[in-house]
């Protein structure tokens, strides 16, 4: 199982960014994924989860209706579309198979004015 992320990067407060998770080594249709985030001085945190059709998805109160969470199975890509950023949103942003235990390597998100 191999995730790898993208899409991260630095951005004002009130921005957007979408980050990217590439899924290999496992019939990603099939299953469900997660985004969690790790932000300075804090346990890393679960953000979003999708089910493995797209049909379900839920969030963390804190990002709730900020973030939208979506996947493209023809493509084994799962989505993190972050929208009216918060300086509290920095952080190092995972893709999560739960099914495997498996994590990607993680991409920096950074708001600063």
Known sequence: VQLVES????????GS???????SGFT???FSMSWYR??????REWVAGIS??????SYADSVKGRFTISR???INTVYLQMTSL?????????????????WGQGTQVTVSS
């Open 52 to 57: 493995h059709s797209g049909g379900d998805v």
């Open 38 to 43: 790790q932000t300075p001085g804090k346990e």
């Open 86 to 102: 918060r300086v509290e949103d920095t952080g190092v942003y995972y893709c999560f198979a739960q099914s495997f235990g498996s």
């Open 7 to 14: 899409g991260g990067g630095m951005v004002q407060p009130g």
């Open 72 to 74: 493209d199975n023809g």
């Open 28 to 30: 990603f249709s099939m």
């Open 17 to 23: 960014l979408t980050l990217s998770c590439v899924a």
